[in-house]
């Protein structure tokens, strides 16, 4: 069925601007002439979301699910390493971004984000990831006050006559001297039921920056997955059972790397189509995820001394969803209830490396995590509502009751100087956290839709959304990292606004927001000198977000741009880690069955900072990539490509601290890299 709404066709546009678009107008036969895409191919979406398909990228195998999200436009990344990519949307990272993986939230183990869900979930085993950019909807989870990652996955297709189905991806890339394969089969049982295997490896060395200096940023991953599901006659239930594996992990951009982190996904899903009235569909989910890390300082360096210092940790999340959908006609409702639990432990060792490797009591001088509990359940309505032919009226609201508590607060370490969690706390704050913390949050959007013509429509919208603090910010308890059990969760009043114009060969979106946030959770390294707090202030954040593409006769030309600004209001200071304006052009032209083209990345100077958390100013940059792809058959794309093709030196301006070692470093992104890749289908 060809989709003539605007707004969908607006969310297909800003696809069309990230990397896998030429892809996807190759294999999927799409054009902008005329105004008709094939719906399978765009889900459901917001004025301000981009679709992503997983396959068909114009880039070097990506090292995780950060690494590929940072190519969409609006969405920027920090780096530490070569693995573990922690993205940025509109100035809001962390737990301000909702990961939702068919449903299971994941957090990571590690308290410097060496493991954002990011890194671990199953990008391969998505069908389409859509990237939505600031509260948009209440659906959602609680959070998301900058924005919502969600990977969804449908049941498999086959083809008549023949009961199996997959793909495949073979990559490698020269500077890093990556492989990566990854893959998935189907079969039909028979009478609706299927079952799925997926399994994914990459390996990769340290990569080299513009100067040729080495860069700490090997890894080792591999996942795996089985899924037992049945789809027949409007009804449909899947079981995942999911291992990712990675290991080796070296990270040049702080004083510590991972010798595992271990993550293992629990998840069935469904729902039922329904003839009775008004009510359409019930569908839910129950979720079940682990994550066993460690990070160290020696086993991975070679250490001189035999002294060394060693964090194991542990996150353990569970929830579910259950979810109505209604039609009245003119309005489409859904109502739902949600819950999570996270649980979260960090234990800190140091001394002879025999003894920490041991876990001897005797050497534990930490409980940065004295097992935390955050537990969150959400009742949320939300309609969209047809006023007339033109004009669509989209309403939410949404309540979260949070419990969090600290189980081992008033537990003394059993080796260093025996302090306890609350001895942190009563230092810094003037409090413990001896009783569990309740809150009850309150948010809610309303949305207008209006099409000027069959190709352009106005869009504008006004929301409040809440976040709790995370683990880090509520209960890290270390000498020089220290949490506040009473922090007051985020407030997000967010107005965003603008227009998309689609035409016959070309098409435009530019989009606005102001984001006027009660109690924004400052990571605070100036008030207490050598040690990071957290604190309540006032702060703003506004940004511009542009894209667009022509296309005729064989040529796409298109383009994004981003400009977020943040600003401390109560300290009358820039926000920490704001990314610069930043965007991209590229061009490519193809015939039949091959493209070649070419990207120009570039990030303009970042002088707004906040000395006390950023490395310093960041000076702007461009690299260009140059890329082609040929079908060697309708069934096996082969890619090619040579990113950085000037080799420059150059760093991104966003960049994280260690547990130990507080100091921000920027990490130089890779030099030349020559990569190469087939997918196949069969």
Not at 163 to 178: C, E, H, I, V, Y
Not at 246 to 257: E, K, Q, S
Not at 343 to 356: C, F, K, L, T
Not at 601 to 607: F, P, R, S
């Amino acid at each position: 069925m060809p989709i003539h709404n605007p707004l969908r066709l607006g969310a297909y546009a800003l696809l069309m601007s990230s990397v896998p678009a030429f892809a996807l107008a190759q294999e999927a036969d799409i054009e902008l002439l005329p105004i008709d895409v094939a719906e399978e191919n765009v889900a459901a979406a917001t004025p301000s979301s981009s679709v992503i398909l997983p396959e068909g990228q114009y880039s070097a195998p990506v090292a995780d699910g950060g690494d590929l999200l940072s190519n969409v436009p609006g969405v920027s990344a920090s780096r530490m390493g070569g693995h573990a990519l922690d993205i940025i949307i509109r100035g809001q990272q962390g737990n301000q971004i909702s990961v939702i993986d068919a449903g299971s939230i994941t957090y990571g183990a590690c308290p410097n984000r060496m493991d954002p869900p990011t890194a671990t979930t199953g990008i391969t085993r998505a069908d389409r990831i859509v990237v939505e950019r600031g509260y948009a909807s209440v659906t959602n989870g609680p959070g998301a006050t900058g924005g919502a990652v969600i990977l969804e996955r449908d049941a498999p297709e086959f083809e008549d006559d023949n009961r199996w189905s997959g793909n495949f991806t073979l990559g490698a890339a020269s500077n890093s001297r990556t492989l990566d394969g990854s893959g998935n089969l189907s079969f039909d049982m028979g009478g609706g039921f299927y079952m799925e295997l997926s399994a994914d490896a990459k390996t990769a060395g340290n990569y080299s920056d513009g100067d040729g200096n080495e860069i700490r940023s090997a890894y080792d991953q591999m996942s795996g997955g089985i899924t037992f599901g049945y789809d027949n006659n409007g009804f449909d239930m899947a079981l995942d059972i999911e291992r990712d594996e990675a290991t080796g992990i070296l990270f040049a951009g702080a004083g510590m790397d991972s010798p595992y982190s271990y993550t293992d996904v629990y998840r069935l899903r469904g729902g039922i189509d329904l003839d009775k009235g008004a009510l359409t569909r019930i569908e839910g989910n129950l979720f079940l995820t682990s994550v066993d890390h460690l990070m160290d300082n020696y086993s991975l360096r070679n250490p001189t001394a035999m002294m060394g210092m060693s964090a194991p940790t542990s996150s353990e999340t569970w929830g579910g969803q259950l979810e109505a959908h209604l039609d009245f006609g003119n309005v489409r409702a859904k109502v739902g209830i949600d819950h999570q639990s996270n649980n979260r432990m960090a234990e800190g060792y140091m001394g002879p490396i025999a003894q920490i490797e041991a876990q001897n009591p005797a050497f534990q001088v930490a409980l940065s995590w004295p097992d935390v509990t955050i537990a969150q359940t959400g009742l949320y309505g939300e309609a969209e509502v047809d006023l007339n032919d033109r004009t669509m009226l989209k309403l939410g609201a949404r309540y979260d009751y949070v419990k969090a508590d600290a189980a081992l607060a008033a537990v003394p370490t059993t080796g260093g100087m025996g302090m306890t969690a609350n001895d942190f706390y009563t230092m810094q704050y003037g409090t413990t956290f001896d009783s569990p913390r309740e809150e009850h949050n309150f948010g809610g959007l309303v949305r207008l839709e209006y099409e000027l013509s069959q190709s352009s429509t106005l869009f504008a919208g006004l929301s409040r959304s809440v976040r709790t603090a995370d683990t880090n910010e509520r209960a890290m308890a270390r000498s020089n990292w220290v949490g506040n059990p009473d922090i007051n969760p985020e407030k997000h009043n967010q107005l965003d606004f603008g227009i998309e114009t689609a035409r016959d060969d070309w098409w435009f979106t530019a989009s606005a927001y102001v984001d006027d946030v009660d109690d924004y959770i400052l990571r605070d390294a100036f008030t207490a000198p050598g040690v990071t707090t957290y604190r309540n202030v006032s702060a703003f954040l506004a940004g511009v977000e542009l894209a667009g593409a022509w296309e005729r006769n064989g040529w796409i030309i298109a383009g994004d741009a981003t400009y977020t600004y943040g600003q401390n209001k109560t300290d009358d200071r820039a926000l920490a880690q704001i990314p610069p304006l930043f965007g991209k052009v590229e061009a490519s032209y193809g015939q039949d069955a091959w493209r070649v083209g070419g990207r120009v990345n570039w990030v303009a100077t970042q002088n707004r900072i906040d000395p006390a958390r950023d490395p310093g100013k960041t000076d702007g940059w461009a690299t260009l990539d140059v890329f082609g792809s040929y079908d060697l058959n309708d069934k096996a794309t082969l890619f090619a490509g040579v990113n950085n093709i000037t080799d420059k030196t150059y760093a991104n301006h966003l960049a994280r601290s260690n547990v130990f070692d507080p100091v921000l470093t920027q990490v130089n992104e890779p030099g030349r890299t020559v990569y190469v890749k087939l997918e196949a289908r069969f």
